[in-house]
């Protein structure tokens, strides 16, 4: 693990796996509204069991939070998977119209702030993703140039 992505990984994944460890003991009601949530935005959901639903998500974030603080997770294929979660809250941010001020305006209604720091989540993790695919590459110059 590159000491520099440390901060990151280690407030994301214990941030992301209390989350979903969280989300194992939901009740009917809160199941629902997550389930309700997501397949308001991604209506492919809208078939899926909402106690399903909810334990499926749970298990995605405690499998991603627990690889992001395990040192030895395969840094490309962890980036990817942390880019294309937050890059789904995202989604389901901008696709629901209560959770932002206006249908073009993207800054959030008082009901949207808890989900607008997903925007950060996934710039955070987009530069992650980056690093860790342009990381050899770099590494191979700094040794062409020491020769």
């Known amino acids: 693990m590159d000491v520099r992505d440390l901060p990151l990984r280690l407030g994301a994944g214990a941030y992301i796996l209390s989350s979903g460890v969280d989300k194992l003991s939901a009740d009917e009601e809160t199941a629902a509204g997550y389930h309700g949530m997501a397949a308001g935005a991604y209506p492919f959901l809208a078939d899926v069991d909402p106690a399903t639903f909810t334990k499926a998500l ?31 809250l995202v989604g389901m941010y901008w696709r629901t119209p209560s959770l932002r001020r206006g249908p073009s305006d993207p800054r959030p209604s008082p009901d949207g702030v808890g989900v607008a720091k997903d925007v950060i989540m996934l710039g955070a993790s987009a530069s992650y993703l980056l690093h860790a695919l342009t990381r050899r590459s770099g590494h191979r110059k700094q040794r062409a140039r020491r020769g």
């Open 58 to 88: 749970a298990a995605t974030e405690i499998a991603l939070g627990a690889g992001l603080l395990l040192p030895a997770a395969p840094r490309k294929l962890l980036a990817a998977g942390f880019t294309a979660f937050s890059a789904g």
